[in-house]
C-alpha cells in the first residue's frame, strides 16, 4: 500500500538525486507537488524543475529550511560545509536527512547541534527509474512518525533497508558504488564478444538482456546466487571452461579487493570531512 505524507519535503541542491526523489515521490502519488520545495545555485534548474513537476522553488536555501519539515540535502561532498554553517542554529524541529557520500551524521551534528534529528542515507543511481537500493541510518533520537515519512520518499524510488550508521562506509562501497560494477561487467562483456568477432550492436543486445534476465532470476527465485551459478555450470561444459579462467585470475579476490578499497575511500573521506 502506498503511504501518504503530508510532511513537507525540502530539498538543498536540486540535481540528479533530489529530481529523482521528487519524481518518484510525484509518480508514487505519496505526496503533492506543493508539498516539495527545493532550492539550487542554478536557477534554470530550478526553473526547469517548477515547469516539469510544479514543486515550489527558491534560489536562497534559508527559505526552503524554513519551509520545511524534512530538509534533504543533496549537494556534492565539497558543498556540504558551506551548506551546514548556513542553516546552523535554525534546524530545531527539523529533520535533516544527508545523501551526501562519506559525510557522518556526527558531522552535521557537531555543526547544527548534538540534537539535531539527522538521517544519513546511501542510495544508488537506480533511483533515476525507480530501481534505487537506499540505506538508511537514523540518530536515536528520530521520531517513529518521522522514520516513517523518510522512508516512504526513499521507497518511492526503490527498495530501502535500515542499517546502523557504522556500516555506512561499507554500504557506500557496496551498494553506492555498486551499480559501477555491474556496468563495468557489462562493459567488458560486450567488449569481449566485439573483439572476438560479434558485432557492436548485437553484443550490446545479448549481455543487456542477459544482465536483466539474471537479475530478474535472481530476484525472483529463493535460490541463492551460488545454486543458480552451478546450475549453468555443467561438468565438461562451456561455463566451466569460462569460469576456470575466472578463477585461475581470482576473480573472488579482485572484487573483494574492489570493495575493500572503495570503502577505504569512503572512510578517507569520512575523515576529511571532520
Ligand atoms: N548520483 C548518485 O548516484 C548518488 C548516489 C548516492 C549518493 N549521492 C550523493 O548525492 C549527492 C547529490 O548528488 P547528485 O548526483 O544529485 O549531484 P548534482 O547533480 O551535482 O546535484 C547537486 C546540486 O546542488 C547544487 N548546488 C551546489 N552548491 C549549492 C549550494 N550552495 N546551495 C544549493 N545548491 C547547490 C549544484 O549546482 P552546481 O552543479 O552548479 O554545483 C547541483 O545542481 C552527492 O553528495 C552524492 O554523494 C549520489
Not at 555450470?233 to 572484487?255: L, N, R, W, Y
Request: glycine share 6%; no cysteine.
Amino acid at each position: 500500500m502506498v503511504k501518504k505524507i503530508s510532511k513537507i519535503i525540502g530539498f538543498i541542491g536540486a540535481g540528479n538525486m533530489a529530481e529523482a526523489l521528487i519524481k518518484g515521490m510525484l509518480q508514487k502519488k505519496i505526496t503533492i507537488p506543493d508539498n516539495i520545495h527545493a532550492s539550487d545555485v542554478r536557477p534554470e534548474r530550478l526553473t526547469q524543475l517548477k515547469e516539469e513537476t510544479g514543486i515550489n522553488i527558491s534560489s536562497r536555501n534559508i527559505s526552503i529550511l524554513e519551509a520545511s519539515d524534512i530538509l534533504i540535502l543533496a549537494v556534492k561532498p565539497q558543498q556540504i560545509k558551506t551548506i551546514l554553517d548556513e542553516i546552523s542554529n535554525q534546524t530545531e524541529g527539523k529533520v535533516i536527512v544527508s545523501i551526501v557520500a562519506g559525510v557522518s551524521s556526527e558531522v552535521i551534528k557537531n555543526v547544527l547541534g548534538p540534537d539535531t534529528d539527522v538521517v544519513r542515507v546511501m542510495p544508488n543511481t537506480p533511483a533515476l527509474i525507480g530501481e534505487a537500493m537506499t540505506a538508511l541510518a537514523f540518530s536515536a533520537n528520530v521520531s517513529d512518525k518521522n522514520r516513517s515519512v523518510v522512508r516512504a520518499v526513499f521507497e518511492s524510488v526503490g527498495r530501502v533497508v535500515e542499517v546502523k550508521e557504522s556500516q555506512m562506509n561499507l554500504i557506500t562501497a557496496l551498494s553506492g558504488s555498486g551499480p559501477a560494477y555491474v556496468f563495468r561487467l557489462a562493459e567488458e562483456l560486450i567488449r569481449a564478444g566485439e573483439k572476438l568477432g560479434l558485432a557492436a550492436d548485437l553484443a550490446k543486445e545479448l549481455i543487456l538482456q542477459t544482465i536483466l534476465g539474471s537479475a530478474k532470476l535472481l530476484a525472483e527465485s529463493s535460490v541463492p546466487p551460488e545454486e543458480l551459478r552451478k546450475k549453468v555450470t555443467s561438468p565438461g561444459g562451456t561455463t566451466e571452461a569460462g569460469m576456470s579462467v575466472m578463477d585461475q585470475k581470482d576473480f573472488s579476490g579482485i572484487i573483494l579487493e574492489t570493495v575493500k578499497n572503495a570503502a577505504k575511500r569512503a572512510d578517507d573521506l569520512s575523515k576529511l570531512n571532520t
